[in-house]
């Protein structure tokens, strides 16, 4: 349905995108994962035609979107990073000047507003100043934006940063129903991976511009499959202890965490023992331990050596 080829985005002398591909499927929900500056949002953008690759082609049903953009634009809704409302005015003045923008309007405008309306939760406070609104809500108002002219794929910019747990959560809530329930298409793009496990099918990995890996969740941690990490809760922080850690015969990484250590170690690999005694060693006190399959997290630390939020 969705695929762009050898995508590229030169801005004067930083390249921000090169040689992505990635294709998408009708009903399918896809993860695009990276770090701050990755690339997502100018990816994003040349896929929704809203600014024009240096090089490369996205194409929409086999159509170039890049010598015409309206062969995709009815068909896509885009929830940009920044939130894209008029302050001053209520939630339903905001839809109704943006409905028009789509071209709706009347009695049909009024019935596709109170439809979204309904499907981000706001109805009862559609009357309300946008300012007045907490950032999570405004969200929702973008995001009902974006689905007014009932869009049947919808491609979100990192929805959720920066609101309260609640709001995040029903906007996870909305997407997966979106998808699941009316077959939405979706390309979800996210600096955390769980939101990302949770949400989508497929996954593809960003970073510096270029796709370093993709595929279902199981396929990327298999990457890993060859190892497991060791999480160890400590009451307070050893540094010695991550040194002798590192010593372990086995040992391929130690990482500090916010409560204790993660090791990667190999599978199997039989080193619990070893871990102990060194604890014991430097008098440190194990709260809980835990043996863990990889995350995509893990995934990539190994492909990038740092972490997703750096
Ligand atoms: N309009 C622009 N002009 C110049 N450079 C740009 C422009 N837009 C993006 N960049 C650069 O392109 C790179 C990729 O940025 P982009 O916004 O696509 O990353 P991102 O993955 O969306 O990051 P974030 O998670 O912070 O939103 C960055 O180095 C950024 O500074
Ligand atoms: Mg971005």
């Not at 040349?46 to 090089?55: D, H, W």
């Not at 396929?219 to 990490?229: A, C, W």
Request: charged share 25%.
């Amino acid at each position: 349905m969705l695929e762009t080829i050898n995508l590229k985005k030169v801005f004067k002398k930083n390249t921000a995108v090169s040689d992505v591909n990635l294709y998408m499927e009708k009903g399918e929900s896809v993860g695009l994962l990276g770090p701050n500056g990755a690339g997502k949002s100018t990816a994003i953008s040349m896929i929704s035609s809203l600014i024009k690759p240096t090089a490369g082609d996205v194409t929409w049903h086999g159509k170039s979107v890049v010598k015409d953009p309206n062969v995709i634009r009815m068909h896509l809704g885009v929830v940009p990073q920044e939130i894209a409302l008029y302050k001053e005015l209520t939630a339903m003045e905001n839809l109704r000047f943006f409905g028009r923008i789509y071209g709706l309007k009347g009695k049909a405008l009024e019935k596709q507003i109170l439809k979204v309306l309904e499907i981000v939760g706001l109805t009862e406070r559609k009357d309300e100043l946008v300012k007045h609104y907490s950032g999570g809500m405004q969200r929702r108002i973008n995001i009902a934006v974006a689905l007014l002219h009932e869009p049947d794929f919808i491609i979100m910019d990192e929805p959720t940063v920066g609101i309260d747990p609640q709001s995040r959560n029903y906007i996870l809530e909305m997407v997966q129903q979106l998808n699941q329930e009316k077959g939405m298409t979706v390309l979800y793009t996210s600096h955390y991976m769980e939101e990302v496990e949770r949400l989508c099918d497929r996954i593809y990995i960003m970073d510096h511009g270029k796709i370093i890996a993709a595929g279902t969740k199981q396929e990327l941690t298999s990457i890993l499959s060859s190892e497991e990490s060791i999480l160890i809760e400590l009451d307070r922080p050893y540094p010695a202890l991550i040194t002798e850690l590192e010593q372990i015969e086995g040992v391929l990484r130690v990482i500090e965490t916010e409560k204790g250590i993660k090791l990667i170690t190999p599978k199997n690999s039989r080193l619990l023992g070893s871990i102990f005694q060194a604890a014991e060693r430097q008098q440190a006190q194990i709260v809980s331990l835990n043996v863990q399959i990889p995350t995509l997290e893990d995934v990539f630390l190994h492909l990038t050596g740092r972490k997703l939020r750096d």
